[in-house]
């Protein structure tokens, strides 16, 4: 299994390549991380293993360390943050799931 301590560069790279061309599914504001948030992206997570999020220019902290409370509070690796958006994985827990190869 793949955690944040163990992704290699060749595997942040590949799902970075995946996310490039998904949209955002929610966004992060002035509001922060509430519990709403998280639900929904846990939600998302659970449905896709990667997804891809904005970061408004008014939340409270710059993207990266959002992002990475984010992936803390998610139990999710996060991939990249390229401007105001972020990209998480985490391997969904279904079975019979078509799992991301990476």
């Not at 955690?3 to 590949?14: C, D, F, L």
């Not at 002035?30 to 990667?50: F, H, Y």
């Not at 391997?91 to 799931?97: I, V």
């Amino acid at each position: 299994m793949v955690t944040r301590e163990n992704i290699t560069s060749k595997q942040r790279a590949a799902l970075k390549s995946m996310a490039s061309t998904m949209s955002p599914i929610a966004q992060i504001g002035k509001g922060g991380i509430t519990d709403n948030v998280l639900k929904t992206l846990s939600d998302a997570l659970e449905a896709r293993e990667l997804i891809k999020v904005n970061i408004l220019p008014n939340a409270d902290e710059d993207a990266r360390n959002l992002a990475e409370n984010v992936a803390d509070l998610l139990d999710a690796i996060p991939v990249a943050v390229i401007g105001r958006k972020a990209i998480f994985y985490r391997r969904s827990e279904r079975d019979n799931f078509a799992h991301i190869v990476f």
